[in-house]
């Protein structure tokens, strides 16, 4: 995760439990709590990671500046999205273009949580997009669009 999202994180539930929490910062002296790793890049974490032969699986867990930068690496292989029908007032955002080459694999039905309804979509790198474009995509992951 990027360090503004580790900032973001309620304070009772840092590190993230049963995972291995690692945050990106330029700043080699950010302080974090024993066992956080830090890198300063995404492609040096994802090396570190990659090699410690130890993890099987990498989840970038925001935020916006993140994000921007995973959903164009090339390692990239699910996007697990969950669409809010509602709006809010915001300053950080999801990527607007889902990359080329992802297709939708499942998807949820709308779901309510609080009077608020949501629902889930996950996308997966594919060979050959089944899907005629990724205007379909977009449809899908925005009825707007
Ligand atoms: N809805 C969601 O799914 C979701 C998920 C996660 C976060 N969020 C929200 O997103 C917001 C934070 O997002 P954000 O875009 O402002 O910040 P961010 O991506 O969390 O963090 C940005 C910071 O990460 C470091 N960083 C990112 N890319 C880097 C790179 N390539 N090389 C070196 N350092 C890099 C830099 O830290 P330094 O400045 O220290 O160098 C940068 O200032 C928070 O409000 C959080 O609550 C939402």
């Keep these: ?13 840092k ?23 830090q890198f300063d890049s995404l492609d040096q974490a994802l090396m570190a990671i990659s090699t410690s032969g130890i993890i099987d699986r990498v989840f970038v867990a ?5 994000y921007a930068e995973a959903v ?7 996007i697990f999205l969950t669409r809010l029908e509602a709006d809010f007032d915001c300053d950080v955002f999801f990527p607007e273009k889902i990359p080329e080459g992802f297709d939708i694999i499942s998807a949820t039905e709308t779901m309510e949580s609080d ?6 979509v996950i996308l997966e790198r ?12 977009e449809e899908l992951v925005d009825p707007e669009y």
Excluded: C, F
């Excluded at 995760?1 to 539930?13: F, V």
């Excluded at 049963?18 to 790793?37: C, F, H, K, Q, T």
């Design 1 to 13: 995760m990027g360090r503004k999202t580790w900032e973001s994180l309620p304070e009772q539930i």
């Design 15 to 37: 590190p993230l439990q049963g995972r291995i929490n690692a945050v990106i910062s330029s700043n080699p002296d950010y302080e974090l709590p024993e066992g956080v790793l």
């Design 62 to 66: 925001g935020g916006g500046q993140l």
């Design 72 to 78: 164009l690496h090339p390692e990239l292989e699910q």
């Design 115 to 120: 009077g608020l309804e949501y629902y889930m």
């Design 126 to 137: 594919t060979e050959e997009a089944l899907l005629d474009a990724d205007e379909t995509v």
